[in-house]
Nanobody, 120 residues
């Protein structure tokens, strides 16, 4: 069992920045951020493996950076140049398997989410 606790969400204006954090209670090879806006399906944002291999969804490439500190069991998402369409609940997810992809069904463990609101 891996428990995940996110923090760092909030309200920001267009073009602003936020840094999300997710503290895990155990190790997971693959950790990721997903988001879900009202009335929309959950979508993958980015994932990172335990050795630092990262992949991003097209809408956030060049603006978001995912990172992790394995010693602290903490996952981060640095978000910059935020847009109104980035408004969503952001979820941290973990998968203990040996591969990594941005598919929600792969992930065994989920945090409770942290809200990000971008206003113009």
């Amino acid at each position: 069992q891996v428990q995940l606790v996110e923090s760092g969400g909030g309200s920001v204006q267009v073009g602003g920045s936020l840094r999300l954090s997710c503290v895990a209670s155990g190790f997971a090879y693959c950790m990721a951020w997903f988001r879900q806006a009202p009335g929309k399906e959950r979508e993958g944002v980015a994932y990172i493996t335990s050795i630092g291999t990262a992949t991003y969804a097209d809408p956030v490439k060049g603006r978001f950076t995912i990172s992790r500190d394995n010693a602290k069991k903490t996952l981060y998402l640095q978000m910059s140049s935020l847009k109104p369409e980035d408004t969503a609940m952001y979820y941290c997810a973990a998968f203990r398997g040996s591969f990594c992809r941005l598919v929600a069904a792969d992930f065994d463990y989920w945090g409770q989410g942290t809200q990000v609101t971008v206003s113009s």
